[in-house]
């Protein structure tokens, strides 16, 4: 596989696939919003996994929202770019890939979006911006790890509210931490909030041209109650998903690649990316030169 590069002027970083079989994938980690890179295992084992399978994966290094003084112990908070600066920066890095898909070996016909936790919202919501654009390729393909969806989750039913006690460790998203999550990505109140910013508010109107969407949720995590909802929605809009609960995880799990649940969703994210492609790759685009652009990553 050819060492990741950054492109974009180092908005994204490129991991070309070793054998590619046309398909691309941009993404983006998780974080709260407020916290993560390009180096962490969520980002940087899953794009390596996947340009080991074929698919071509560009991890967005998108604007993170401000850090409040109350969630850290630094003397000063680090000040940060509220909604919808993340979101911008994906819409920026799909414009940026469907402009460079040939260079890339990527087919525009297979081309998806996802990303994890925060990253999985990201995902989402600048996909529900694109339809709204009616301007550009929509993804053929949505893939979500845990994702957050909503600002104000329902209630967990007893089951998972059990396992959740049972595992008091796990139980790190309760309404208000949540809640302060998506304001402080906001820079505000959630009311009146954009669905690109908080997609599980999409109605079924709203998903009419969502594309087909593969979504794995923890399974002792509270964050999985927005992903069902969002899932109901797409199912009431009559779009193609498949949700998965993997087994025995909690929150973050392919920040975890020794567990073998990673790899397990690793698998099930590959297989369909897999599917998207043909017997035929693009041709072979002219060797890339270096520019001011495309800077190795050690």
Do not use: C, K
């Not at 654009?133 to 329902?154: C, G, I």
Request: net charge negative.
């Amino acid at each position: 596989m050819t060492d990741p590069y950054s492109a974009a002027d180092g908005l994204v970083r490129v991991y070309p696939a070793r054998e590619p079989n046309g398909t691309g994938l941009v993404w983006a980690h998780g974080g709260g919003f407020a916290f993560g890179d390009l180096d962490m295992p969520e980002s940087d084992w899953v794009a390596s996994s996947l340009a080991a399978r074929g698919t071509t994966v560009i991890s967005v290094d998108y604007r993170l929202a401000p850090v409040p003084a109350e969630w850290t112990d630094a003397a000063t908070p680090r000040s940060g770019h509220p909604y919808p600066a993340a979101s911008d920066d994906m819409l920026a890095a799909w414009s940026w890939v469907t402009e460079t898909a040939d260079r890339l070996r990527i087919a525009r016909d297979r081309l998806a979006i996802g990303g994890a936790s925060a990253g999985g919202n990201l995902a989402a919501g600048a996909t529900l911006r694109l339809i709204e654009r009616r301007a550009e390729a929509l993804p053929a393909l949505v893939l979500l790890a845990y994702p957050t969806l909503l600002a104000v989750q329902p209630a967990p039913d007893a089951a998972l509210r059990a396992a959740l006690d049972a595992q008091p460790d796990a139980d790190r998203f309760d309404p208000e931490a949540v809640r302060g999550m998506y304001e402080n990505y906001l820079g505000g109140p959630i009311d009146g909030a954009p669905l690109g910013a908080i997609p599980g508010l999409a109605q079924p109107v709203d998903l009419a041209e969502f594309p087909p969407t593969l979504m794995v949720n923890g399974d002792v995590d509270e964050l999985r109650v927005s992903g069902e909802a969002f899932a109901a929605s797409l199912r009431a809009a009559g779009r193609p998903v498949e949700v998965v609960t993997e087994a025995g995880t909690e929150h973050g799990h392919l920040n975890r690649p020794h567990e073998a649940a990673a790899s397990v969703t690793l698998d099930r994210f590959a297989a369909r990316l897999a599917a998207l492609s043909s017997l035929t790759p693009p041709p072979i685009a002219p060797a890339r030169t270096a520019t001011r652009h495309d800077t190795p990553v050690a």
